[in-house]
Every structure is written in C-alpha cells, then in structure tokens.
C-alpha cells in the first residue's frame, strides 16, 4: 500500500513468472489470465509482505484474515465461467484482491464482510482503481443478499462447513456457484452448477486451505 511497491508492468520479471506458473496448473483462460496480470496485487498486500506480493502464495492481511493465494484466485474465477453480463455475489471480501478481478470480468458484483475494517480498506482500493461496478455490504454473507438474489454467479472464499444452502437458493436456475467446503483446515473446492430445474451438477475440484466462513458479523473491528 506504499509507494515503495513495485508497479505492475507485463515487463515486470517476478510477475511474468507469476503468470506462467498459473498457466502451467491450468490457469488458462486467456480473460481471467489478462484480468490477474492487470491487478497490482500489492495494492492488496499489507506493506510487511509487500517482498513476497508476486508469489504464488496466500498472504496474511488484518483481522487474522488472509489475501488468497493467485493460483487458487486464478481457479475459482475461471471455474465460474464469468460471462460478460454476469451479476456475481462474493462472500468474503477480504482485501478486495478476487473482486477486483471479478469486477474486471463481469457486469456487477455485490461482495459481503464481516469485518467493517476490511470492508472500509477494500472499499478506498476499489475508489483508487476506479473500479464502478462493486456494490459492498458490511454482513453475514452466509445469509447471502436476499434482496438482490437472483445471481448468476456466487463465489464464497471462505470455508462453509457443510452445502450452502442459503447461497445456492439465491442463484439463478442455470448460474453457478463456488465455494470451499469443509470442516478442518483442509477443504475440497466444489462447484454447483445449476441444471435448469432446481437441481445442481456438483463437481469436487481440489483440495484448498481457507479461513472458515463464520456466523454474524465480527464485534472487534
Ligand atoms: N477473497 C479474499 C479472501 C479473504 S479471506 C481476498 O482475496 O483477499 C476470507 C474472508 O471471508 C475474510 O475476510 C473473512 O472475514 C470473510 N468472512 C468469513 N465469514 C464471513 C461471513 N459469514 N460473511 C462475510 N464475510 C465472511
């Protein structure tokens, strides 16, 4: 968040070698590729890690919460299969890193914390990057966003316990849902996709390692 952070520039060594280790786990799609590499994550990154900001690693960030790793922001993002005119529901802001770049790939995203200090930081960056197509929400995004539901598409990035079932009746018919579901600290990341008639295709697509999706809003902070 200092001046000090390097700038992003498809020139940059350490990004380049970013992206290419996204590429060869299966980050392909050339638009979720292009929206990673236009996002300075070190805008994201609190300054004690700004050294490690273009790994492919998770970082911490406050609240005892973390920056997700970019491989696993690069996966989820293309396994949502984001069309253009997409209204998308993210739980979890976090820093703002994968809404950003939902933000890059869709019409609109409405994204919920818990946390009213992350939720704040997040908004500045989101003003910073001129990005006019998020609409925040200081909540529980387990309870989803009842009144602007239907969605397209829903990302949860943090870990539910058990099947979302709240989230996943407010998605549309045909729209699709990712989340990270699990108990421990190790979770399968599954995706919902919808079949049209209320029934969901559920794929299991590998093992990840996400703070828990917790109930009701936190009371420090
Ligand atoms: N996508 C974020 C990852 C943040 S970590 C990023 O790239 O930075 C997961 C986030 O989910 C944390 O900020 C945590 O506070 C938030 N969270 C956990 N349970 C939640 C809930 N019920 N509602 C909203 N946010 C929640």
Known sequence: M?????????????????????????????????????????????????????????LPIACGQTLSQPFIVGLMTQALRLERRSRVLEIGTGSG?????????????????????????????????????????????GLGWPEQAPFDRIMVTAAASDEPEILLGQLKPNGVLVA??????????????????????VESMTEVRFVPLLDGVAKDL
Request: glycine share 8%.
């Open 180 to 201: 990270p579901i699990g108990k421990g600290p190790v979770q399968v990341l599954k995706r919902y996709t919808g079949d049209g008639h209320g029934g969901f295709a």
């Open 97 to 141: 890193y994968q809404t950003t770049i939902l933000s890059k790939l869709s019409r609109l995203v409405y994204t919920i914390e818990r946390y009213r200090t992350l939720m704040t930081a997040a908004e500045l960056r989101f003003k910073q990057l001129d990005l006019t197509n998020i609409i925040t929400k200081f909540g529980d995004g």
């Open 2 to 58: 200092t001046g000090k952070a390097p700038k992003v520039e498809t020139g940059d060594i350490r990004l380049a070698k970013l992206m290419a280790s996204l590429r060869a786990q299966g980050v392909t799609n050339p638009a979720v590729t292009r929206a990673i590499e236009s996002t300075p994550r070190d805008l994201f990154t609190p300054d004690l890690f700004q050294e490690r900001v273009w790994e492919d690693s998770a």
